[in-house]
């Protein structure tokens, strides 16, 4: 069951009051039933892209454990408010899950009022804590193999990143991407932008436009709804978009020429697969191209030369070997 931030934070705040705020505060004892989990999307599960992956994850895991668990999320909650929907939920769930890396700060801080609640967050490199399990998505593993695809797909010889916020993960990513590029076409242009914002459409079309007026003729991002941005300034200009989170290709959407797979939806499940197995722990977890395919991969949509593929695939096995090593965070 999805809900609306602002209703769930009212009710929320109406729920816990002022003591919720209160260091040490630990939820209520429950009545044995199902299993009660709370998942946190920051964006919007209509973007197209990471939020989408994530609730992707939920609805799958609903699905699975009808009857056993009762799975609930909220979207689109703003940085300031991800502390007050992060009390409300764990005083109502036995599994909160931060569906986000920018949840990071926010989960660690509220997980230590709520000792008896165990808490996941997903994205990001961190420290477990006595109840928080963190896994990393190694989004720069996946950028490396993108910026490799980029390179040999362009036409113009020049290549570009949008990224969101300039956080460590992001910024990593982008780093990754343009030293894949280098690794397969070491003359090839690199132009990387930040806009600071995930979801702002005109700050990402103005990025790849900027870029596509130095000759970039492909583009890749880290970014939710900016995409949106990004598509309008690849169709007015005849440029190409390889796509993350989703899979592109089988939407058959011209303006792409290939997905990466980040399996944000695959790392919610492994969260509630565990706490339901009863295996779950508080651990820093490492997923990417070890994980497997729903994992981290790449897909070309049309094109590809058994060449490119062969090369994508050692591409993957030097990574996975550490004959090639990427940035970790």
């Not at 454990?65 to 764990?90: C, H, P, W």
């Not at 769930?93 to 509220?110: E, F, H, M, R």
């Not at 583009?219 to 995409?227: D, E, F, P, R």
Request: charged share 20%; with cysteine; glycine share 12%.
């Amino acid at each position: 069951m999805a809900i609306d931030r602002r209703a769930f934070l009212m009710r929320g705040t109406a729920s816990i009051g002022l003591l919720s705020l209160q260091a040490g505060y630990s939820a209520p004892a429950r009545a044995a039933g199902p299993v009660r989990i709370g998942v946190m999307i920051p964006g919007s599960k209509t973007d197209h892209g990471w939020m989408e992956s994530a609730y992707g994850g939920i609805t799958a895991a609903q699905e699975r454990y009808k009857g056993r668990a009762v799975i609930t999320s909220i979207e689109n909650v703003k940085f300031g408010d991800m502390e007050q929907a992060l009390v409300a939920l764990a005083t109502k769930n036995d599994l909160v899950i931060g569906g986000a890396g920018q949840t990071q700060a926010s989960v660690l801080k509220v997980a230590k009022r709520f000792p008896k609640v165990k808490f996941s967050i997903v994205g990001p490199t961190g420290t477990p804590t006595a109840n928080v399990a963190q896994y990393d998505v190694l989004q720069a593993q996946i950028g490396f193999v993108a910026g490799a695809v980029a390179a040999m797909l362009s036409k113009n010889g020049a290549v570009s990143y949008v990224g969101g916020m300039e956080i460590t993960a992001i910024v990593n990513t982008g780093t990754e991407f343009g030293n894949g590029a280098k690794y397969v076409k070491p003359d090839i242009k690199y132009i990387a932008a930040y806009t600071g914002d995930f979801d702002d459409v005109a700050k990402a079309k103005e990025a790849t436009l900027a870029a596509i007026a130095q000759g970039a003729d492909i583009h890749y991002n880290i970014v939710n709804l900016g995409i949106r941005g990004m598509e309008q300034a690849a169709r007015e200009k005849g440029t190409k978009l390889i796509g993350s989170y989703t899979n592109y290709c089988a939407e058959a959407n011209p303006l792409y020429v290939a997905y990466t797979v980040s399996g944000i939806g695959f790392m919610v499940e492994y969260a509630i697969d565990q706490m339901m197995a009863g295996t779950w722990k508080p651990e820093y977890k490492q997923f990417g191209l070890a994980m497997g395919p729903r994992s981290a991969g790449i897909q070309v949509c049309n094109g590809a030369t058994p060449e490119m593929l062969a090369k994508v695939e050692q591409i993957e096995k030097d990574l996975l070997s550490g004959k090639i090593k990427v940035l970790i965070g």
